[in-house]
């Protein structure tokens, strides 16, 4: 027997599942980030930590990470957040929505797809073919951040995508 349509989502139903998908995807970054934190730290990677901010263009976050006063504040947190927004956001969000307009309730796409996604976005963002290599170096601690950003995302609101 054929299952019937789906009926159209209601202004309602629609802003509900906007939030979710956002509260998800915000729940999906820290995880993210938490992933990402754990694996710098139990790899020795904080003495890179200066270089690595600096190859990625981030040179007043560098400075701050050196103990050097930054003469502009401002210019440190556009950097912050900018690096904050493309590298943990960004592929979260670019999955998600592709999850959502396409329907898709499986685990693997999310997990393999954000895995994908965490693991191509840097070298996207960055024009430093230095960055790149170094990032080559880091790509599988950023397909388990990938993995577990997935996940997370899945677990929250992946589940219930409707197209």
Same mark, same amino acid.
């Given at each position: 027997?054929?299952?019937?349509?789906?009926?159209?989502?209601?202004?309602?139903g629609f802003l509900d599942r906007? /939030?979710?998908?956002?509260?998800?995807?915000?729940?999906?970054?820290?995880?993210?980030?938490?992933? *990402?934190?754990?694996?710098?730290?139990?790899?020795?990677? *904080?003495?890179?930590?200066?270089?690595?901010?600096?190859?990625?263009?981030?040179?007043?976050?560098?400075?701050?990470?050196?103990?050097?006063?930054?003469?502009?504040? *401002?210019?440190?947190?556009?950097?912050?957040?900018?690096?904050?927004?493309?590298?943990?956001?960004?592929?979260?969000?670019? /999955?998600?929505?592709?999850?959502?307009?396409m329907g898709k309730t499986s685990?693997?796409?999310?997990?393999? *797809?954000?895995?994908?996604?965490?693991?191509?976005?840097?070298?996207?963002?960055?024009?430093?073919?230095?960055?790149?290599?170094?990032?080559?170096?880091?790509?599988?601690?950023?397909?388990?951040? !990938?993995?577990?950003a997935g996940t997370v995302y899945?677990?929250?609101? !992946?589940?219930?995508?409707? !197209?």
């Amino acid at each position: 027997m054929n299952a019937p349509p789906p009926r159209p989502r209601s202004v309602i139903g629609f802003l509900d599942r906007l /939030v979710l998908v956002a509260f998800a995807a915000v729940l999906a970054a820290i995880a993210a980030l938490v992933v *990402g934190v754990m694996g710098l730290a139990n790899h020795g990677f *904080g003495q890179e930590l200066t270089g690595t901010a600096e190859l990625l263009g981030l040179k007043a976050l560098a400075t701050v990470i050196e103990g050097t006063p930054v003469e502009d504040i *401002g210019a440190m947190i556009r950097q912050a957040a900018t690096a904050a927004l493309a590298i943990w956001l960004a592929p979260i969000a670019l /999955v998600a929505v592709i999850g959502e307009t396409m329907g898709k309730t499986s685990w693997m796409f999310y997990a393999i *797809g954000m895995a994908l996604a965490f693991a191509v976005a840097p070298m996207v963002m960055s024009l430093n073919i230095l960055a790149i290599v170094l990032l080559y170096r880091a790509l599988l601690g950023l397909l388990a951040i !990938g993995i577990v950003a997935g996940t997370v995302y899945w677990l929250v609101a !992946g589940r219930s995508a409707a !197209g």
